[in-house]
């Protein structure tokens, strides 16, 4: 199955400051979604991206499906910004999700 | 519009036990699917259903089982529970089946002792 990998693991930041999180997979996908999870646990959508390049607000994300990889920036930090980034891909003709580890975010004031 | 909903939200059992947890996807949403996270890991995917059929299911034992209803809502079933069990499960809806954006509900913590 695909392998998703995300990078870093751990991240710390100080209130304002900007940050780039990667996420790698093994094989062509249809589908990838990047996801904030909150200290709850509930997953808040934030990209629907399989390729190319969108924004919302203080995040952008881009995806080079060719190269089989995705970022996701967030600028200007905010202590709520604090969490757990998953990247989650599908492709093929498999009907799930993959999700990488994730990337834990601390954001201090 | 409501989102994905989830029951219970917490739910405590003891091992051997029987447990159904339930999901209500979004209005017009046709694809439900299940997945379990444990504490420090992604969440991992157990079944998928589109139009009430199984399109999927992950590497779980035959104690996991599921459906989906008419009105397109569904369990997840989980008999003999272990102590392996204790997660969070997580029902994700979307409009179709594959390569569509997944929706998650807050999820149903279950504690098995």
């Known amino acids: 199955g695909i392998q998703v990998e995300q990078s870093p693991p751990d991240l710390i930041l100080q209130e304002g400051a900007n940050s780039t999180l990667r996420c790698n997979f093994s094989?062509?996908?249809?589908?990838l979604q990047w996801f904030h999870q909150n200290p709850w646990g509930q997953l808040i959508n934030l990209f629907y991206i399989p390729s190319g390049t969108k924004q919302n607000g203080r995040l952008s994300a881009t995806t080079v499906a060719t190269e089989r990889y995705s970022l996701l920036y967030i600028s200007s930090s905010q202590t709520t910004d604090s969490g757990v980034y998953f990247c989650a891909v599908g492709g093929g003709t498999a009907s799930k999700l993959t999700f990488g580890t994730g990337t834990r975010l601390q954001v201090t004031l | 519009d409501a989102g994905v909903t989830q029951s219970p939200t917490h739910l405590i059992k003891t091992r051997g036990q029987h447990v159904t947890l339930r999901c209500s996807p979004i209005s017009g949403h046709k694809s439900v699917s299940w997945y379990q996270q444990v504490l420090g890991q992604g969440p991992q995917f157990i079944f998928q259903y589109y139009e009430k059929e199984e399109r999927g299911r992950g590497n779980f034992p035959d104690r996991f089982s599921a459906r989906q209803f008419p009105n397109y809502s569904s369990e997840l079933n989980v008999n003999a529970l272990l102590l392996g069990d204790s997660a969070l499960y997580l029902c994700?809806?979307?409009?179709?089946?594959?390569?569509?954006?997944?929706?998650f509900g807050q999820g149903t913590r279950l504690t098995v002792v």
């Open positions: 094989d062509s996908v249809n589908n």
């Open positions: 994700a809806s979307s409009l179709a089946g594959l390569d569509t954006e997944a929706f």
